[in-house]
């Protein structure tokens, strides 16, 4: 089983003046200790379920950039896009930009969006949750088109591309995988099944995954696509070390069918914490 890392807190020991030294020497050991991904999240003010918003956080593509230039190996990706965030062509560019500059090693996460204060804040739309998922549908359909042999028009309800040219195109072939963030069982786990070569649930629980799990091979069944042919992805940030029977609950998510735990660190001190993880967890998910 692999494991991946979450870089999802800035808030580093250094301050902000090290946050950049403290990026390159986290991703460094996550690579190093085995970690198979690394991500990021994709805000521009910290969550409030987690924090201060004024906390520090910086783009995601301009910081996943930054970890491609100083690795090798790892998969790297955010996890994930809020759709509203960018134009959907500008985004194809910008994945694919990231694809090219890191020897196709990314992958393209996507969701709904959902942080509304942020959108407020910064003057950005936020359409109602319907809309958010319409124009999803249609990103995915553009970045499909701009990563293929048609560099024609888009219409779509929300988009009108008059040319979908982009130059060059990803080094991954056909296209950086597209992973689906989130665990709606009605929109979000039918657009993974339409679209998705990675689906990443927000929930570690054996319970709810194994829920989501038979949903998504439902609306496999339903779409014409391979079930299997999907990665599964437990987002894992939560789980500690130091609590008994963590090694129990990630082989009952691999019994589950889940590829890749994605672990997080930990603010004011995410080297120490990801070197702990290398040391203490990765070769034994490993193993599983």
């Known amino acids: 089983m692999r494991t991946g890392i979450h870089y999802w807190n800035y808030t580093t020991p250094g301050g902000e003046a090290a946050i950049a030294e403290d990026i390159v020497a986290t991703a460094k050991v996550a690579e190093d200790g085995g970690f198979d991904q690394f991500t990021v999240m994709d805000h521009w003010f910290q969550m409030d379920a987690t924090g201060d918003a ?114 060059p195109q990803p080094v991954a072939s056909p296209h950086p995988p597209i992973m689906i963030g989130g665990k709606g069982k009605r929109k979000t786990l039918r657009l993974a099944a339409q679209f998705a070569q990675i689906v990443n649930f927000t929930s570690a629980d054996p319970e709810e995954v194994a829920e989501l799990l038979d949903v998504l091979r439902r609306h496999c069944d339903d779409v014409g696509t391979d079930y299997d042919a999907i990665e599964k992805q437990a987002l894992a940030g939560r789980l500690n070390p130091d609590a008994p029977g963590w090694l129990d609950q990630v082989k009952r998510l691999r019994d589950l069918g889940i590829d890749l735990v994605v672990l997080s660190v930990r603010p004011d001190r995410q080297l120490e914490w990801v070197e702990r993880l290398a040391t203490e967890v990765v070769p034994r998910v490993a193993e599983l």
């Not at 004024?54 to 995601?60: D, G, R, S």
């Not at 930054?66 to 809020?82: D, E, K, M």
Request: charged fraction near 20%.
């Open 54 to 167: 004024a906390q520090p956080m910086l783009e995601a593509y301009t910081t996943l950039g930054f970890v491609a230039a100083h690795t090798s190996r790892l998969r790297i990706g955010p996890l994930v896009v809020g759709v509203t965030y960018r134009h959907p062509g500008l985004l194809a560019k910008t994945a694919t930009t990231l694809d090219v500059l890191s020897s196709g090693r990314s992958f393209f996460g996507i969701g709904a969006a959902w942080y509304e204060r942020e959108h407020a804040a910064l003057g950005v739309p936020f359409p109602p949750i319907a809309d958010r998922f319409e124009r999803l549908e249609e990103t995915l359909r553009i970045a499909k088109q701009m990563w293929g042999d048609d560099d024609g028009p888009f219409e779509g309800r929300h988009y009108r591309l008059a040319q979908t040219l982009n130059s």
